[in-house]
């Protein structure tokens, strides 16, 4: 009881000196508009998510210079403007790091050393070309259709039952991203009752990494608690079972002969390195293919919870996606190509549409200029100081899109050079998404067979029907939001 009492009180002594230090920014960031502290403050205690922060935003004009400027335990320049993200993302990647996470922290201990989320300089660049050229093996769409076809499957045992849909939807990419980087059946889709080993352990530890607290005060992780405790024996089981998957994938690959069948990241990785004569260690095959676990599993399970939320929302624009799936790939599953993907022209702009207006990764990871950036003329970026570029301020200006709260998918038919230029939920520049194509094609068949299937609505006396809530994650996430799915007559 003593400890905790003066662990909260070396907290409260932190939080005022935190507070003090917000009326004093960097006077070379004066001109920028400020987020208030106290507001944000409010929405923390009040658990709010990140709709009522990004609402923070808004009220400070984010469009008049197209920065905005928040203190959540340092200061963080918000780039806003289009232009001035262009200029920023399209940087090298070596003057624009990315920060670094703090060592010893559930989170760094997570990622791992090595992978390309966390990495920079060099290591990244050769990172970027060994995975680049995995990538590009990964966009046949066949191992898609057969998990989504387990999905319906699963989901034709719970018809006219609510169901929560962001669960559904991590149950269908963590099946869809297990066969991706491994190759493997991580069992996620067998049944509803049970929670697959794989996605258990893996949310456990996410809600260590994800801990406000801890990552405020990281010399918490340090000391010898039972959640401390708990995380060191999550984490070891979880590499373990990473390792045995790399190892089994190993011994099959010695035993394939042809090498063009294999889709997954974990053999393109190798064949890749092979090229490169780069020899891999299993420590830094498990860090990478981690990498591209975290990367891909909550963005689109985000973004598919959404767009089905969207299409029970809206009947007719789910009937008309239904109307033009028929039309293109007929009633059957069958012969789902890349090529007949291209021709579904309205489920791509609901699909653009849902991105646009919640975009997964709301905010790019901070980065940390390694000298001045020269924004315009006037406006320079101080060396050292923590930026980030707010998708979601960018994907609702409204001199760019017109009502850019609504949620219109026909603005996506024939966008004009301007709108296709003001979209960029995957980032842009040398570090844009390696996930981009995969997803999107991942998007469109999950959708595609989800309403060739069924049809999708609210609960009766469902709420959430104007605004979708959203978690406090630094990702985007909706909160509960059940959705019934009735079989199609
Ligand atoms: C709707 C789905 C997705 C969205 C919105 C999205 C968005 C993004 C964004 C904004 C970044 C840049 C982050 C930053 O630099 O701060 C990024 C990077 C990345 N994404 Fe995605 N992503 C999605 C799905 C995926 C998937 C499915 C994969 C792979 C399985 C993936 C793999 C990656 C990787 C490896 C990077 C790091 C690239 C680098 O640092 O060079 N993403 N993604």
């Known amino acids: ?19 003090c230090r917000v009326n004093k920014p ?3 960031l004066d001109f920028i508009p400020t987020v208030s502290f106290f507001k944000d403050i409010l929405i923390l205690l009040r658990n709010g ?4 922060t990004q609402n923070l935003f808004r009220e400070c004009d984010p469009n008049k210079i197209g920065l905005v400027k928040h203190y959540f335990f340092g200061w963080t320049i918000h780039i806003t403007n289009i232009e001035y993200a262009k200029l920023f993302l399209s940087e090298s990647a070596h003057n624009i790091p990315k920060t670094e996470m703090p060592p010893k922290t559930p989170l760094s201990i997570f990622y791992g050393k090595k992978g390309i989320l ?3 300089g060099d290591r990244w660049m050769q990172q970027r070309k060994i995975a680049s050229l995995a990538f590009n093996r990964t966009l046949r769409p066949d191992m898609v259709v057969e998990c989504t076809n387990e999905f319906i499957t699963l989901l034709n045992k719970w018809t006219d039952t609510p169901i929560d849909i962001l669960s559904l939807s991590k149950r269908l990419t963590i099946q869809i991203l297990g066969k991706l980087a491994f190759a493997y059946d991580m069992k996620a889709l067998d049944s509803l009752e049970e929670q697959p080993y794989f996605l258990d352990i893996y949310n456990k530890i996410f809600q260590h990494v994800n801990n406000p607290f801890f990552m405020i005060f990281p010399f918490l992780n340090l000391l010898a608690l039972k959640r401390n405790i708990e995380f060191s024996s999550l984490i070891k089981e979880f ?3 990473i390792l045995k998957m790399i190892e089994q994938r190993r011994l099959e690959l010695s035993k394939e002969k042809n090498e063009n069948e294999n889709t997954d990241l974990l053999s393109g990785l190798l064949e890749a390195a092979n090229h490169e004569e780069y020899n891999y260690t299993n420590k830094e095959l498990r860090d990478h293919l981690v990498n591209y676990l975290i990367a891909g599993y909550d963005t689109t399970s985000t973004s598919i919870s959404i767009i089905l939320y969207y299409l029970a929302k809206y009947p007719d624009i789910q ?16 012969f789902i190509t890349s090529e007949n993907l291209k021709d579904l022209k309205y489920l791509t702009a609901i699909i653009m549409e849902s991105l646009r207006l919640y975009p997964p990764a709301a905010l790019l990871v901070y980065r940390k200029p390694t000298k001045p950036f020269n924004l315009s003329e006037n406006i320079t970026i101080p060396k050292g100081i923590s930026v980030t570029v707010n998708f979601w301020q960018i994907h609702r200006n409204p001199d760019i899109w017109n009502d850019a709260d ?7 038919i024939n966008p004009t050079k301007e709108i296709e230029n003001n979209w960029i939920p995957f980032s842009i520049g040398p570090r844009n998404c390696l996930g981009q194509n995969f997803s999107m094609m991942e998007q469109k068949v999950v959708i595609a067979l989800t309403l060739l299937n069924f049809e999708m609505s609210f609960p009766p006396n469902a709420k959430h029907l104007d605004e979708i809530p959203l ?4 990702l985007l996430q909706p909160k509960k939001i059940d959705l019934i799915f009735s079989k199609l007559k």
Do not use: C, H
């Not at 409260?12 to 507070?19: E, G, M, R, V």
């Not at 998510?49 to 009522?52: D, F, I, N, W």
């Not at 009937?319 to 069958?334: F, M, P, Q, W, Y």
């Open 26 to 28: 960097p006077k070379e």
């Open 471 to 474: 978690t406090k994650n630094f």
């Open 49 to 52: 998510g990140q709709l009522e």
């Open 239 to 241: 590499n373990k079972f």
């Open 118 to 120: 966390v990495s920079n």
């Open 406 to 412: 609504k949620f219109i998918p026909e603005r996506f």
């Open 319 to 334: 009937k008309k996606a239904r109307d033009e799936v028929i039309k293109v790939l007929g009633s059957a599953s069958n």
């Open 1 to 19: 009881m003593t400890y905790w009492l003066y662990l909260i009180f070396i907290i409260f002594n932190l939080l005022f000196y935190f507070i």
